[in-house]
């Protein structure tokens, strides 16, 4: 099949035939999936069913994890970053990644920001950082809050600052695509409603993957669902259509069961 | 009185059990610390008079006969009263400084052991005619108890009043920075590749547990090891600093390589995480990201390490290094000894004096080790990241 022959301009990564092993075990079967690009896209279902494991495959974050075998194609921009020629690096470099848990270096709130764009050499010392660090800060809107405290030490931040820092950080390496893996679980609800807030302004410059638990966060935020379930992507459509008319009875179970 | 609900017929018993357990855990505390008081309290009763050394005020005459026999350089009576260690100094004496050619002078002169003990109060073997000597000495004040300045400036010797630990502490310092030289660097390296590069297999398995292995084997293996590659095949200078180092080195590196292993590990997986999301390569993590935070532990494992080196003795008689050696080193390729090696040869001499120089040699070492702990404590303290 030859993908870049069809590439649409507005889908950004396409999963085509993504099958992923950990051992014996296949945690991902046959997932095909499109991505639009300056979409948030929700990964939701049931605990273990692959989700984490299906965001770590856009940025190569599997490739870490010992004894794991992936087959098929993850495109993204046309190219399959399983290529033989491709640098798993470089991938996360443009795909960018926050976690559940805030994971702030314990450096200061500055060298958090400026530590892998100097280690890119996308900036040099001195104004082009105290820039950057204002702009990705101003991005993540947590400017106000730290622009006096910036040379404290990141984890001195609260747990909803922290998550916003590690956002800012990875905006500071312009990324293209910004993968997010339950972002808010381990927030309070004020925080959690910053960075819902901030994710839709994200959406205008990035790529969004947003894995979640949470089924409203999903609803108020994500443009398109994708609901997972024993490694099998069983449903993928706009979430206005995924939640309100489920062609699939095992979503419709999955989603009322929620909210039941 | 209304009946009680929460009445447990089995309680007081149970607790009373607990009290005993308490009790009997209180106890064995006691008691470590009553044998390391009593350890402590013995040692420095019996160091303490290595502070002070006796002098004594007498003539000493520097012609060309005394120089030649330098016991005639003072009174017959005072021969056997002055130290036969300083008479031997008096033609180095008058090289150095030759207007005393041909002068008498009355000097203050580091007194033989005998008198020293005697000064003491300790057992002696002065004769009668002696004896009256240094109490007439002492009557006009020409004999006096000073601090001890030779025991921490002059190397071992086998006349009492004259050894020092100098040359033991000299070697000591040489050998524990050449075994720091080579089991920091290696201990980290391996220790960095076990836990961040090496993928999990059978032989990544089989090393480590031969590191474990390591860690186990008696000492004086390693000795061994050390006597017969380092000294006969590489031919390197026997009892030298460098080969009882590298000795040393290899019987230090799996405790750097447990704790510093531990200490990488203990660094949180989500560190490492936020490294590779943001398109780090894996040694720009551990350099900048994961080794700082592992540091400490490192370093604490590694002091622990070195202090435990420093007090080992077997392997060092098998390569050489605990024997009679007066001159302090200069290099780590010269003939040295080490401090628990100079206590050990202090402890076999048959002379009263050296007794004292024993328990004191005892001391320095322990005071150096606490030293060490202490600073592997702070170092733990000061850089200790809370989560
Ligand atoms: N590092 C790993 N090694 C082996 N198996 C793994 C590993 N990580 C995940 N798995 C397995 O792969 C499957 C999918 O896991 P994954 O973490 O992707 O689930 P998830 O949908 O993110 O679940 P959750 O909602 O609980 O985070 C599970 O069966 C899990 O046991
Ligand atoms: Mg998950």
Redesign the pocket.
Known sequence: MNLSGNFQPRIKIQSRNLNLW??D?Q?LKQIDIDIHQNKITALI????????????CINRMNDL?D??CVEGQMVIDGKNIYDADVDEVAVRKRVGMVFQHPNPFPKSIYENLIYAPLKHRQVKKGNDCDELVETSLKKAGLWNEVKDKLHTPGTSLSGGQQQRLCIARAIAVKPDVILM??PTSALDPISTKKIEALMMELKESYTLVV?T?NMQQARRTADFTAY?HL?ELVEFNTTEQLFTQPQETLTSDYISGRFG | MSANPFFDPSLPKRHRSARRFKRFTAASIIMTLAFLFFFLFDMVRTAAPAVWQAYVKVDVTYNEQTLRFTRKAVDKKYSKIVSRAWLRTLPKQVDTEPALMNTTVALWVLADDQVDQYMKGHHHKLKPKEVTTVENMKENGDIELRFNAVFFSQGDSKIPENAGIQAALIGSVLTLIVTMMIAFPIGVMTAVYLEEFAKDNRLTRFIEVNINNLAAVPSILFGLLGLSVFINLFSMPRSSPLVGGMTLALMTLPIIIVSARAALRSVPVSIRQAGYGLGLTKLQIVQDHVLPLALPGILTGSIIGLAQAMGETAPLIIIGMIAFIPDSPESIIEAATVLPAQIYTWAGMPERAYVEKTAAGIIVILLILVALNATAIYLRKKYELKW
Not at chain 1, 45 to 56: V, W
């Open positions: 950990y051992g075990h945690a279902g049931p605990s273990g069913c692959g989700k984490s494991t299906f965001l770590r994890i004894h794991t893996d339950e894995v638990h997972f490694g």
